[in-house]
């Protein structure tokens, strides 16, 4: 009874997470083995590996290979960086500081495809954008970022959408530090950069992990920012793992290599979450 009783309460989430999850994981992997085209939906004749071979071999497969992963390190190293400086510069206490944390944690709430929007019209924009009126103002010529540099752009809406998540993290974690610990560096002599180095820095340790991995698997799946604003291009330079799907399921309606590129998704997430679920692992045993 102590055996079933368990695993019986257990069964509702196991099944739940089942459909959710699993089912679709398994009829994208049978999808992949198989010819599947929307423009002819009457048969799925077996394709082998047929529909893995065309999109390893697509014209934009590593271009969107190298366009995900500089994209993905860009914003991670931005938001673990400027995260942790934010989150240091306002756990001291001075005026107004309650409205100032609000503020920074507000970007966070906006949807992904009007914060891409936002980026598009207002600040982008080489004719009206306020980069533009910034350029005009000090005699410069203005640039259109979405052109001339795509990808970068790209980096700049995502980066400043997860700041604020970095930056509430780190911000949680520096409440936790021993205060006690902070004064006796101080009485000891220790000036701001040593307690950055020695103090500061170690504690971050865990809280760092954690803004890694979550993000590393959220930033995997971009997608409205780029869709909004470039449709991967110009060219291929905008184009990511997962804007290639989209482009394999729904402009080429081949459902059989987009399933393939999918399978192929799923493998780069579940490698990187080993090895952060190992980073972190060690940080927690500490």
Same mark, same amino acid.
């Given at each position: ?156 809406? +995502?980066?400043? %959408? ?12 520096? %409440?936790?530090?021993?205060?006690? %610990?902070?004064? =006796?560096?101080?009485?000891?002599? /220790? ?15 865990? /809280? ?38 989209? %482009? ?11 399933? =393939?590129? =999918?399978?192929?998704? +799923?493998?780069?997430?579940?490698? =990187? ?14």
């Amino acid at each position: 009874m102590k055996r079933i009783i368990p695993r019986t309460l257990l069964t509702p989430a196991v099944v739940a997470v089942s459909v959710i999850s699993v089912v679709p994981l398994l009829i994208t992997l049978f999808y992949s083995f198989v010819r599947y085209s929307m423009l002819d939906p009457s048969g799925h004749p077996f394709h082998g590996l047929t529909n893995f071979h065309f999109f390893f071999t697509d014209a934009s497969f590593l271009p969107a290979l190298q366009n995900t992963f500089t994209l993905l390190f860009s914003v991670m190293l931005i938001t673990v960086v400027f995260g942790a400086a934010l989150g240091l510069l306002i756990n001291e206490a001075f005026p107004g500081r309650a409205i100032v944390r609000v503020l920074l944690i507000s970007p966070f709430l906006v949807m992904p495809a009007v914060n891409a929007l936002m980026w598009k019209n207002m600040l982008l924009n080489p004719i009206y954008g306020l980069f533009a009126q910034i350029s005009i103002f000090f005699g410069a010529t203005p640039i259109d970022w979405l052109s001339a540099h795509p990808l970068f752009s790209i980096i700049m809406m +995502v980066s400043w %959408q997860w700041l604020p998540f970095a930056c509430l993290i780190f911000m949680t974690a520096l %409440q936790s530090m021993d205060r006690e %610990q902070l004064e =006796a560096a101080r009485m000891d002599g /220790a000036n701001y950069l040593q307690q950055l180095r020695y103090l500061y820095i170690p504690h971050l340790g865990r /809280a760092m992990s954690v803004v890694l991995m979550i993000e590393m698997i959220f930033l995997l799946s971009i997608f409205a920012e780029i869709f909004t604003t470039t449709g991967g291009g110009p060219g291929f330079d905008t184009t990511t793992i997962t804007f290639m799907i989209y %482009q394999q399921a729904l402009l080429s309606y081949d459902i059989g290599a987009a399933s =393939a590129g =999918a399978l192929f998704a +799923v493998l780069i997430a579940n490698i =990187a979450a080993f090895f952060l679920m190992r980073v972190i692992g060690k940080n927690l045993s500490k």
